[in-house]
């Protein structure tokens, strides 16, 4: 059973930054593309970042674009997502997600989720 966990999430002022991890075990991580997605409260989950199971691939949001930067460690299982200048818009739970198709920026291409982790920043 596939279990992924986020850690990392925190409260931060506008323009700061932060790291998420994403530890995961029981799969196959090092063959599996990964993504971030987050979700603020009334709003859609929407997604954030991806990366191929390489980690050669790279795919962003538009609105995360220049400022985050997701990479991984195939030998620790690990995915990360390095957060700068965030703003107070970027609020949410973020959530990492394994991928079981050949897209990576809908929530329906990801098989497995983790529990999220709150992000807050304060304006």
């Known amino acids: 059973q596939v279990q992924l966990v986020e850690s990392g999430g925190g409260l931060v002022q506008t323009g700061g930054s932060l790291r998420l991890s994403c530890a995961a075990s029981g799969g196959p991580f090092s063959r599996s593309a990964m993504g971030w997605f987050r979700q603020a409260p009334g709003k859609e989950r929407e997604f954030v970042a991806a990366?191929?199971?390489?980690?050669?691939?790279?795919y962003y949001a538009d609105s995360v674009k220049g400022r985050f930067t997701i990479s991984r460690d195939n030998a620790k299982n690990t995915v990360y997502l390095q957060m700068n200048s965030l703003k107070p818009e970027d609020t949410a739970v973020y959530y990492c997600?394994?991928?079981?198709?050949?897209?990576?920026?809908?929530?329906?291409?990801?098989?497995?989720w983790g529990q999220g982790t709150q992000v807050t920043v304060s304006s």
């Open positions: 997600a394994q991928n079981r198709g050949t897209t990576f920026t809908r929530g329906m291409e990801y098989e497995y």
């Open positions: 990366i191929s199971w390489s980690g050669i691939n790279t």
